[in-house]
């Protein structure tokens, strides 16, 4: 019984070395992995600041609507120099 049980597990853990290996290889390759497509954040649009230049992500707490663009701040600086102009 205890043969059996250390076979097992034996078995179990050489099946998750293996596919833990196909897994980077895959990743190696450009592929995509399982463990990859759970770790990658939603992608978020990014706009330039037009002050500094700074990417900031679209729908900033910081932003200016003028001429019916919006423009989106790194800081309240940059907001406010963009106002003044």
């Known amino acids: ?5 250390l076979l097992s ?11 833990r290996v196909m ?3 895959l990743e190696a390759a450009g592929g ?14 990014l706009v330039r600041d037009p ?14 609507t003028s001429g019916g663009t919006t ?3 790194c800081s309240d600086k940059c907001r406010e120099a963009f106002s003044r102009k």
């Not at 019984?1 to 049980?5: D, N, T, V």
């Open 51 to 64: 002050v500094c230049g700074t990417w900031v992500p679209e729908g900033s707490p910081n932003s200016l």
């Open 9 to 19: 597990i034996l078995i179990l853990a050489i099946a998750r070395a293996f596919w």
């Open 32 to 45: 995509t992995t399982r463990q990859r497509q759970r770790r990658q954040p939603p992608p978020m649009k």
């Open 71 to 73: 423009h989106y701040f």
């Open 1 to 5: 019984m205890i043969r059996f049980l």
């Open 23 to 25: 897994d980077g290889i």
